[in-house]
T-cell receptor, first 113, second 112 residues
């Protein structure tokens, strides 16, 4: 079945530590996105990528980094510079040439130890 | 930035009743989309309405769009307990890099 897989489902970060969230898709989509969701709120865009080896900052990129070396993969690193990383992180993908819906993974919940 | 704002923030109804959620936005759009999120899960796309459309139906869902008022509504008819979830509108704005801007959501609870 085609879809988006995020791992791990739960992740704990110690102070000063970088952690990486995985996002893999087999939908053959060009565009991929990372969102942050805080309790009771909507989604805020962290980074997006329209094509391999290219990515752009979203509204809240500070303290985060990404890479897009393969079409299927768009990992997100939450760096120690992100002082309030506790949130639910969602990855999505879309056929970038269509103005259509985004397809979402089931998220990673990141907490501070 | 949050372009879409949903109203109400929370809605509680009895099974079998209709549920209406509203979304307002600020800039011109190419299309508006509605998504559903079950607790602790990702978002699932429900329906997309283009800027030149006024109404669209999908099963028990009915979406309207009023571009002059920059608003949309989602109606769920004959609601079921399984419809309990958060519902988000998202706007695809003209000229954007194919990004979506999400509202803050409506938490719908359908009581059995």
């Amino acid at each position: 079945d085609g879809g988006i897989t995020q791992s791990p489902k739960y992740l704990f970060r110690k102070e000063g530590q970088n952690v990486t969230l995985s996002c893999e898709q087999n939908l053959n989509h060009d565009a991929m996105y990372w969102y942050r969701q805080d309790p009771g709120q909507g989604l805020r865009l962290i980074y997006y990528s329209q094509i391999v080896n290219d990515f752009q900052k979203g509204d809240i990129a500070e303290g985060y980094s990404v890479s897009r070396e393969k079409k299927e993969s768009f990992p997100l690193t939450v760096t120690s510079a992100q002082k309030n990383p506790t949130a639910f992180y969602l990855c999505a993908s879309k056929d970038s040439f269509q103005r259509g819906p985004q397809h979402f993974g089931d998220g990673t919940r990141l907490s501070i130890l | 930035s949050q372009q879409g704002e949903e109203d109400p923030q929370a809605l509680s109804i009895q099974e079998g009743e209709n549920a209406t959620m509203n979304c307002s936005y600020k800039t011109s759009i190419n299309n508006l989309q509605w998504y559903r999120q079950n607790s602790g899960r990702g978002l699932v796309h429900l329906i997309l309405i283009r800027s030149n459309e006024r109404e669209k139906h999908s099963g028990r869902l009915r979406v309207t769009l009023d571009t002059s008022k920059k608003s949309s509504s989602l109606l769920i008819t004959a609601s079921r307990a399984a419809d309990t979830a958060s519902y988000f509108c998202a706007t695809d704005s003209s000229g954007s890099a194919r990004q979506l801007t999400f509202g803050s959501g409506t938490q719908l609870t359908v009581l059995p």
